[in-house]
């Protein structure tokens, strides 16, 4: 199991190798959808975005020791269980879609360029 500080360090990763691959690209290629029913480089960006923030007064308490695990954290199987729940279905060879909740959901139109920095 990763600590805190370990999973920070590997989203500034992702987050850097984001930036060198997409930072070429146009706001109209950011943009671009393969489908009017499937997300841009922009709107995925923007939900991982949403989805990642709302993970930080946590992982700050967490960090700051200020945080305790709660009774259904400390059954040993039911976070593993879930955890390989969502990974599963967040594969690209995953055959059920999964509904991003509507806090977690991108903009409908075009986003703003600057999201590559956001994210």
């Known amino acids: 199991m990763s600590t805190p500080s370990e999973l920070i360090a590997e989203a500034q990763q992702v987050a850097g190798t984001a930036r060198v691959a ?11 959808k393969p489908s009017p029913t499937k997300w841009s480089i922009a709107q ?13 007064p946590r992982i700050e308490k967490i ?14 199987l039911l976070p593993a269980f879930f955890a390989r729940l969502v990974l599963s279905a967040v594969q690209p ?9 509507t806090a977690f959901m991108p903009e409908s139109g075009d ?5 590559l920095a956001r994210f």
């Open 111 to 115: 986003i703003d360029i600057g999201i």
């Open 22 to 32: 997409f930072a070429p690209l146009s706001s109209a290629q950011m943009n671009w």
């Open 44 to 56: 995925c960006l923007e939900h991982l975005t949403l989805l990642n923030t709302s993970y930080f």
């Open 63 to 76: 960090l700051a020791g200020e945080r305790s695990t709660s009774v259904w954290e400390r059954v040993p």
């Open 93 to 101: 060879e995953s055959k059920g879609k999964v509904k991003a909740r």
